[in-house]
């Protein structure tokens, strides 16, 4: 639980989230994604999330595309889906390879719409625009 916490905070600095990708931190982020409890989870794709904000780390997470989506839809807990799609949506930021590589998972996008639809139903009628 706590390794994937210490590489989120070591992510937040552009120097060491560089050198944390290229130690392989992405690959390790996501073997512990794996893992059947969604604290990991959790703080994994939180961890993510920061890593993405580097171009060599996107391009190392777009690898892994498949497995983010799955995360965004995590059937259980809302807070995996929260934090694996903030990471997807840092990992597309200004990547035009993981934007087209989102376009080859046959119902990716739709699948992602529905969150949005899932979203729209808890939030009181009066504050959608």
């Given at each position: 639980r706590c390794s994937a916490l210490i590489l989120g905070n070591v992510a937040q600095n552009d120097l060491s989230r560089e050198r944390?990708?290229?130690e392989g931190a992405v690959e390790a982020l996501f073997l512990l994604s794996e893992n059947d409890d969604d604290e990991v989870r959790v703080n994994a794709m939180?961890?993510?999330s920061n890593l993405?904000?580097?171009a060599a780390n996107q391009e190392r997470i777009g690898k892994f595309l498949p497995q983010l989506l799955e995360l965004c839809c995590h059937p259980t807990n809302e807070m995996v889906r929260q934090n694996?799609?903030?990471a997807l949506a840092n990992s597309l930021f200004y990547h035009e390879g993981n934007r087209r590589r989102m376009g080859w998972h046959v119902g990716?996008?739709?699948r992602l719409v529905s969150l949005t639809s899932?979203?729209?139903?808890?939030?009181?009628?009066?504050?959608?625009?």
């Open positions: 944390a990708g290229s939180w961890a993510m993405a904000w580097n694996a799609t903030m990716a996008l739709s899932d979203i729209s139903a808890k939030v009181p009628s009066d504050r959608l625009w």
